[in-house]
């Protein structure tokens, strides 16, 4: 079974966490997740989550505490999930550049949105530690 790596930033503005869209692809309907992507050979964690917010949203990231790591299993796909805190630089505004869609959500809200299955297995734990 393939197994990857994939990091993840919890941003916060205000009481809001900024979620992203995957794009819809092959009859499936893009999911909410939390921005960010897969490590390539030879990266960082923080490297990889800084360009993947390049890539994705067009602004810079300072990468902070590592927040939680989860496993997830697929039908044909192993998860590494790290989740670290994030935060924009200042003045910065998010772009859908390799995302569908953004959107900040107030807080207590992820439930609502249509998550990866990977990110909701974590949802609740995730917000309250955003908040810590």
Do not use: N
């Not at 990231?61 to 935060?87: D, M, Q, S, W």
């Not at 990866?116 to 917000?127: I, K, T, Y």
Request: net charge negative; proline share 5%.
């Amino acid at each position: 079974m393939k197994r990857i790596r994939v990091v993840a930033a919890v941003v916060r503005r205000g009481d809001a966490i900024l979620v992203t869209r995957r794009p819809d692809r092959d009859g499936e309907r893009g999911q909410w997740e939390f921005p960010g992507g897969k490590v390539e050979a030879g990266e960082s964690e923080p490297d990889a989550l800084r360009r993947e917010i390049r890539e994705e949203l067009g602004c810079e990231l300072e990468v902070g505490a590592l927040l939680l790591r989860h496993e997830h299993r697929y039908p044909t796909l192993e998860v590494e999930l790290a989740f670290y805190a994030g935060a924009l630089a200042p003045g910065a505004t998010p772009r859908a550049i390799g995302v569908a869609e953004i959107a900040w959500a107030p807080a207590g809200t992820l439930a609502a949105y249509d998550f990866l299955e990977a990110d909701r297995a974590v949802l609740g734990e995730l917000e309250r530690l955003s908040r810590s």
